[in-house]
């Protein structure tokens, strides 16, 4: 048996719209009106038939290191990795027909083979010359089949990493800011957890503008003088809730220590083409026709909060409108397409709903061009998205950049030490770009959105 995968599956699907989505609430996006796009209650386990996945996941937390980590507390867990993978391999293809009409369980089923595969792939020690891994049928098949059923990749995504892993610490009462926990980390570590709560406190912050882009639609006309103070009053809440964002993001400098975050955090996230276009890539054992740009792992540009920010704001990702200034020579260079496949990498649902915004018949900038009232507010809230992403590539800068350009050897108690050293040692001789999720050049892709936003501006 062989399942066949998967572009066609998403892209259809897209043409499905908008007359479908017309008139539907948040609700009928699965967008929870206090959550947002994390579930109000997510599914704490699956059915006892799939016990075998669920034991494995909390068995890999002990027993499981990074491949390319060669400290003494990793290499004395190699011999309980090579049973961990090797009972995998071994797995029956289970049949995921007490799955498929519960989209909490589909969501609890791809959550856990997700994190299976990385911690599968990522801790088999790096082979010389690099391979690629087979990624075991008992694992790949049902991702692949509950994936096609979300509609999303079949790969780690943000939505495992912080939505689908962000449990309610009190279960009586939704997840909230300060009512939230994560079930399953890939490194164990605070720096990991501190991400992951970042993320999800951002996008709980962004609930408030799903209100505003709500009302906004739900207005009978854009023209009256009522409808214009109210767009007006909502652009300022827009407005607040970025600044909101951007201190959250801020606030990562004193909770996630830099060298950890990317020596020993962000390797468990790399997808199969995380090295760039030379990746020995992933091969899902029982699938045919998989697309490895689908198989990216999780990026916080897959936040369809900060996707519907940009749709109602119109910032436009792809350099496909004519506004000043003209895009630079490096901003027409960058991965113009990132923004728009990293929507693959989200629910159906939420990418439907993104479509359903991105379909108005009034787009928001239109309105404030004819009116010159909403100038101000509209612009504020432009450069307040357009600050979010000054702090934001000074952070990746910060996290990423200058420490992969890092000369300083790491001390052999670290994880991946050795290894780290040399490839650091490799990519600094070979001048390779800093890659971000999918291996594109991370710089030029952080600065083409932040130049994309401040061309939004209305002059
Ligand atoms: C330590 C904190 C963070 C680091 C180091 C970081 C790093 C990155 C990197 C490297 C990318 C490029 C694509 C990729 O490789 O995934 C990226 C993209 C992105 N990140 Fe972050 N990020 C952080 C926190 C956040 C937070 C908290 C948010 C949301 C509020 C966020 C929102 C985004 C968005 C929307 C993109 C897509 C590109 C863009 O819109 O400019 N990031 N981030």
Redesign the pocket.
Known sequence: MTLSYFTRTVSNYSRRLPEAACGKSQEAFDVNSITGFLPAQPLRRLPKEYDIWETALVEAQTVLSLGTDSSNVALAKRQDGLHWRGAIREWPVLSIDNLRDDVRRLQRAHYVLAFLVHWFVHSIPPTEPPSPVQVPRGLAMPLVAVSHLLRMAPVLTFADTVMWNAQPENPDHPVSVDNLRFEHLLSGTEDEYN?YL??AR?ELQAVEALHVIKSYHDLPNTTDLASVTKIGRDLARVTAVIQD?TA??ES?RGM?DPHS?YFNVRPWWKGSDGDGPDSPGWIYEGVTGMDQKYLSGP???Q?AA?HALDIFLDIDHKLAKRRSPAPSKENKKADLGF?ERMRQYMLGQHREYLEYLASTPRPLREVVRQNPALREPYNTAVRTLKKF?DV?IR??CL??VSMSKSQTQIPSQCPASAMLNKAMNEANENREPVR??GG?A?VP??KA??DATARTVLQ
């Open positions: 991400f970042m993320s951002a964002i959250t993001l990562s996630i975050f990026s916080a540009g936040s900060m923004m992403r934001h952070i990746a996290y990423i971000g999720t594109t991370l892709l952080l959105g932040r």
